[in-house]
């Protein structure tokens, strides 16, 4: 019993995160669209208002772990939760863009800190000993929902045409999420009062290699994940292709999480990271110069495996460089890395589309994870395998 991974805690866990993502990525697709048709902006701007969103979530993160290391657990997660999903109504009543691009940056700020709560708690109630396959399977709720959040976002859109419908659900499905998350029996946390305030209760020190590392790599996924549908429809001509591009990079994403959990369990985690930069640069250089139909999903499913090698293994990273009392401040400072490179793809994705294209975009994204390849081979892993505590 010690080492059972599905509990109910973890099973409202991981749901209470897919609801969550499912919100997210229900906004994420149609976002460009929105802006453009309702209040007419160009691809610059449009871009600089939805990376108000990550900007905003990762100056938070250092906050965020702190607050989960410093605070119980699963009070804040369930503050900061709802805190989340009241912001999708926030949408609906957004009459400006300065508006909007107000609620757009204040809910990245919820968006950081609950996003750290939720990770750090289901760490909190996985046993040790299979915690690789936890943070794979948890990532898996997050996967699911980047899946099924834009498909079920386009078929509302194709069927009303009106965003507020989009909104609402949003709302409502953070909502069934939330009472979710209430049911978890979190372990009692022993609150060690600390007055001393240093930098590295906000940020893992240890962590700052991987972490400028991992940017490299989600300013990728910040420019794939935002600007795909408008991609596909201006530079290779589908109109009606980008939901199932989100699909079969999800399905890229469940099948090697699945496959990497148990790896991660025996310590494989630097060649897990290495195999999944070169299917990115495989899967992005598909992208780019096989612009049709077939290449197009090819090169989802490729990224999708590349980043459900990535992004686990680079979690694990921090956590197994972090003592135990900084778990939440490893989560945060991955996800500080992660939001940063998301918020950079999605702010200079924009300028560049606007300056050239979509594909040059991709251009510099596929150069950017060349460089992380560079780095991570000659400095990072050497420095993780170095400094390591578990």
């Given at each position: 019993?010690k080492d059972k991974l599905w509990?109910?805690?973890?099973?409202?866990?991981?749901?209470?995160?897919?609801?969550?993502?499912?919100?997210?990525?229900?906004?994420?697709?149609?976002?460009?669209?929105?802006?453009?048709?309702?209040?007419?902006?160009?691809?610059?701007?449009?871009?600089?208002?939805?990376?108000?969103?990550?900007?905003?979530?990762?100056?938070?993160?250092?906050?965020?772990?702190?607050?989960?290391?410093?605070?119980?657990?699963?009070?804040?997660?369930?503050?900061?939760?709802?805190?989340?999903?009241?912001?999708?109504?926030?949408?609906?009543?957004?009459?400006?863009?300065?508006?909007?691009?107000?609620?757009?940056?204040?809910?990245?700020?919820?968006?950081?800190?609950?996003?750290?709560?939720?990770?750090?708690?289901?760490?909190?109630?996985?046993?040790?000993?299979?915690?690789?396959?936890?943070?794979?399977?948890?990532?898996?709720?997050?996967?699911?929902?980047?899946?099924?959040?834009?498909?079920?976002?386009?078929?509302?859109?194709?069927?009303?045409?009106?965003?507020?419908?989009?909104?609402?659900?949003?709302?409502?499905?953070?909502?069934?999420?939330?009472?979710?998350?209430?049911?978890?029996?979190?372990?009692?946390?022993?609150?060690?009062?600390?007055?001393?305030?240093?930098?590295?209760?906000?940020?893992?020190?240890?962590?700052?290699?991987?972490?400028?590392?991992?940017?490299?790599?989600?300013?990728?996924?910040?420019?794939?994940?935002?600007?795909?549908?408008?991609?596909?429809?201006?530079?290779?001509?589908?109109?009606?292709?980008?939901?199932?591009?989100?699909?079969?990079?999800?399905?890229?994403?469940?099948?090697?999480?699945?496959?990497?959990?148990?790896?991660?369990?025996?310590?494989?985690?630097t060649r897990l990271i290495l195999?999944?930069?070169?299917?990115?640069?495989?899967?992005?250089?598909?992208?780019?110069?096989?612009?049709?139909?077939?290449?197009?999903?090819?090169?989802?499913?490729?990224?999708?495996?590349?980043?459900?090698?990535?992004?686990?293994?680079?979690?694990?990273?921090?956590?197994?460089?972090?003592?135990?009392?900084?778990?939440?401040?490893?989560?945060?400072?991955?996800?500080?890395?992660?939001?940063?490179?998301?918020?950079?793809?999605?702010?200079?994705?924009?300028?560049?589309?606007?300056?050239?294209?979509?594909?040059?975009?991709?251009?510099?994204?596929?150069?950017?994870?060349?460089?992380?390849?560079?780095?991570?081979?000659?400095?990072?892993?050497?420095?993780?395998?170095?400094?390591?505590?578990?």
């Amino acid at each position: 019993m010690k080492d059972k991974l599905w509990t109910p805690g973890f099973v409202a866990a991981c749901f209470g995160n897919f609801m969550m993502f499912f919100a997210f990525y229900l906004l994420l697709p149609i976002l460009p669209m929105y802006l453009a048709e309702v209040f007419s902006t160009d691809r610059a701007v449009t871009g600089l208002v939805l990376a108000s969103y990550t900007v905003m979530a990762l100056l938070f993160r250092p906050f965020a772990g702190f607050m989960v290391d410093a605070f119980s657990r699963k009070p804040l997660l369930l503050i900061c939760y709802f805190i989340f999903i009241t912001y999708f109504l926030g949408y609906i009543f957004a009459g400006t863009l300065l508006l909007f691009t107000i609620i757009r940056a204040t809910h990245g700020l919820a968006f950081g800190m609950v996003t750290v709560s939720s990770n750090t708690l289901a760490l909190d109630i996985m046993p040790s000993a299979r915690r690789g396959e936890g943070i794979g399977y948890f990532g898996i709720s997050t996967n699911l929902a980047t899946a099924l959040g834009p498909v079920a976002s386009l078929s509302l859109l194709d069927s009303f045409g009106n965003y507020d419908y989009i909104f609402l659900t949003s709302f409502l499905g953070g909502l069934i999420g939330f009472v979710s998350v209430t049911l978890i029996k979190a372990p009692k946390k022993k609150i060690t009062p600390d007055k001393t305030l240093s930098l590295d209760r906000f940020l893992l020190i240890k962590g700052i290699p991987g972490a400028l590392t991992l940017l490299l790599f989600s300013f990728g996924y910040g420019i794939l994940s935002t600007y795909v549908a408008m991609y596909a429809q201006d530079e290779i001509g589908l109109t009606a292709g980008a939901s199932l591009f989100f699909v079969c990079l999800a399905v890229g994403l469940i099948l090697s999480r699945f496959t990497a959990g148990k790896f991660l369990n025996k310590g494989y985690i630097t060649r897990l990271i290495l195999i999944g930069i070169l299917l990115l640069i495989v899967g992005f250089a598909c992208f780019i110069w096989l612009q049709n139909k077939l290449f197009f999903y090819i090169a989802a499913v490729l990224i999708g495996l590349a980043y459900g090698f990535i992004c686990p293994s680079f979690q694990t990273m921090f956590i197994n460089l972090a003592p135990h009392n900084q778990r939440g401040t490893a989560n945060a400072t991955y996800y500080t890395s992660w939001d940063l490179g998301v918020g950079l793809g999605v702010l200079l994705g924009g300028a560049v589309a606007g300056w050239l294209n979509y594909t040059a975009t991709y251009i510099l994204g596929l150069i950017l994870i060349i460089i992380g390849l560079a780095v991570f081979e000659l400095y990072t892993a050497k420095y993780f395998e170095r400094n390591k505590l578990r």
